[in-house]
């Protein structure tokens, strides 16, 4: 009777009467990569405060002129300084001691001398 072998002691052969070679498997140490999973959100967080940044600072300076009255002044009016174009009035509310009105005006960029 044959005692059962194991499989490094495995004495099988081959038609050709060679020694059958049992494949061996390679492995690789696998490195994970989170961080890669994280360079498109920062990339995308970048571009978003770099737009954010640029639209900024294309907005002129924000300034409030106080008028006694409020005749036919509304938000989206333009803003003149001798017939040039200056600026737009943003918001109109009353003063809190009620004497008169504030004009919130956004001047273009450029024209923050005017302020």
Known sequence: MTEPTSPTTDTSQTQ???RAI????HT?????????????PLVAIAITAWAGFAQW????????????HAHGL???????????????????TLKHDLTGVKA?????????KLA
């Open 104 to 112: 919130t005006v956004r001047l273009f960029p450029g024209n923050d």
């Open 28 to 40: 690789k140490k696998q490195t994970t990569r989170v961080w890669s999973a994280y360079i498109l």
């Open 16 to 18: 050709g009467g060679e």
């Open 22 to 25: 049992p494949p061996v498997a």
């Open 57 to 68: 600072q294309k907005q002129g300076l924000s300034i409030e002129i106080t008028f006694p």
């Open 74 to 92: 509304q938000p989206g009016n333009p803003l003149r300084y001798r017939g040039v174009l200056a600026g737009e009035v943003q918001r109109v």
